[in-house]
Structure formats: structure tokens, C-alpha cells
């Protein structure tokens, strides 16, 4: 099923529309016994004021609610999102739990990082990892059933957004410089092995083939011909090309 919100086209399922009939009532919202932060903006012409008044009265404390001055409905100006990203993670670092925290080391001063490189620290004895680059910190994990605690994405999904974010950038660059009509780009990813079978099959490694399948979604009043030449770009990523080629990695243990 296709909608549009705010001039642009969105492809949903119907598990969408189950979950919003399960989860979007008065009752499940009380009972979610979790600190709730609600965004709106009275110029939001895909929400109403009531509705985001409805969820905030049934919600439990602690709660905020945040008005949005002059934003729309998907925070389009850059300063909008900016905003609500920084709100966002200044009043959720209160609620976070003190065993989700990171660990001493992940407190202490980070260290001096180069462009182009990447530190990977521990966070516990398990799997949640502080990834570290020159100005930028992100956090990496397993699911739960992994024996993770699922802060982060998983090291598969840390490569297939690598993948998908140079497709991105790079398919914008091309039809930037062309002046083509390109009004939104998605990329979707999926890995064809899991984990389980990672390890259950690690004498059979050289028998496993790695496969990527990545769809791209192109949105905008595009040619065949342009479209056949963004499949051509997209496979001319960086990151692509760097998948694709033979990949040496030199491993040194130090001191």
C-alpha cells in the first residue's frame, strides 16, 4: 500500500497498519510504565494536536512534551531534526538504565583518532561495543537472543549501512551534478546468512558464498534511461567497489 505524508510517497505493509490498531490506544499507551517524550508541531498536517494531547494525557510520569515551532510533520529543515535530535538525547540519558551505561572505559577521555580511522572498545563482557571515529561515537551489539543487550547495530547491519549510505550518497551526487529530477532515494539491504549459521558452519567456511541483495528505491520524474544509469552509479559505490575487490587485512597484535 502506498501514502503520502508531507508531498512525499511511502510504501507500507499491512503489518503497519496491525501494528498501529494494536498499539495505538489509550490503554496500551498507559500501560507502557516507560518515560514518554512527545514531539508535535501545531502546523503538523498529518497529526493533530488532539491526538498528540490524547497520548500524552494517557501516558504515565514521567512524560514531556515538546512543541515544534513551525516544523512539519517529517522535520523536512534541517534545523528542525538537528533540534530534536539534541533534545531527544539530552532528556533520554536521564531514563537510561544504569546497567545499560557504558563502562569506565567507555567514560574515560576518548582517545586521538585520525581521519580515515576507527577505534572499537569494549563497553562489557559481552558483545555491546563503543565504536569511535575522529568526531563521532556510535555503539555496536548482538540481539538479546544472541546473549547481547541489542544497544546497536549488530556488525552485519553496520556493513550493509555502510553499503546503502555510500549508495545513497553517491546516486545523490550523480543526479545532483546532472540536474536530474531525483526527489528521494531508499536502499534496502539484507544479508543472506545469520549469525547461527556463522558459527554452527565455521569448518565450511570456504563453502559459504556471502550474498547482499540490495534494492533501490527511486522516487522522482526520472527517464528509463536515467534510471538505468543510477543502476550503473550504484555500482560504482566506493564501498561497493571495495566489497567487491580482493580485500587484504593485515592483523597486529599490540602492546
Known amino acids: ?21 494494536k498499539y495505538n490506544s489509550v490503554a496500551h499507551v498507559k500501560a507502557l510504565k516507560k518515560a514518554l517524550l512527545i514531539f508535535h508541531s501545531p502546523v503538523d498536517a498529518v497529526v493533530s494536536i488532539d491526538e498528540a494531547a490524547r497520548i500524552y ?103 550493509l549501512a555502510a553499503l546503502g549510505s555510500c549508495t545513497s550518497m553517491t546516486l545523490r551526487m550523480y543526479a545532483n551534478h546532472k540536474q536530474m529530477d531525483l526527489q528521494a532515494i531508499r536502499v534496502e539491504l539484507h544479508h543472506s546468512r545469520i549469525h547461527a549459521e556463522d558459527c554452527a558452519g565455521c569448518e565450511k567456511q570456504t563453502l559459504l558464498i556471502d550474498v547482499i541483495k540490495r534494492d533501490i528505491h527511486l522516487t522522482g520524474n526520472l527517464k528509463e534511461a536515467q534510471r538505468a544509469r543510477l543502476l550503473e552509479i550504484a555500482n560504482q559505490c566506493p564501498v561497493h567497489k571495495t566489497l567487491q575487490n580482493k580485500i587484504q587485512i593485515n592483523t597486529n597484535l599490540i602492546d
Request: aromatic content about 6%; glycine content about 6%; overall charge negative.
Open 57 to 159: 494525557a494517557a501516558a504515565k510520569h514521567p512524560k514531556s512534551f515538546v512543541s515544534l515551532d513551525r516544523a512539519d510533520h517529517l522535520l523536512s529543515n534541517p534545523e528542525d531534526s538537528r533540534y530534536v535530535a539534541e533534545v531527544l538525547s539530552a532528556w533520554a540519558s536521564r531514563y537510561l538504565k544504569m546497567d545499560q551505561m557504558p563502562n569506565k572505559e567507555m567514560e574515560a577521555e576518548k582517545p586521538p583518532i585520525g581521519q580515515g580511522s576507527v577505534i572499537v572498545r569494549e563497553c562489557d563482557k559481552k558483545f555491546t561495543r563503543e565504536i569511535l571515529t575522529q568526531h563521532h561515537r556510535i555503539i555496536s551489539d548482538e540481539p538479546i537472543a544472541l546473549g547481547g543487550a541489542d544497544l546497536g547495530l549488530n556488525p552485519y547491519e553496520l556493513l
Open 1 to 21: 500500500m502506498q501514502v503520502e505524508l508531507g508531498g512525499r510517497s511511502f510504501n507500507i505493509k499491512r503489518q503497519f497498519i496491525d501494528d498501529l490498531e
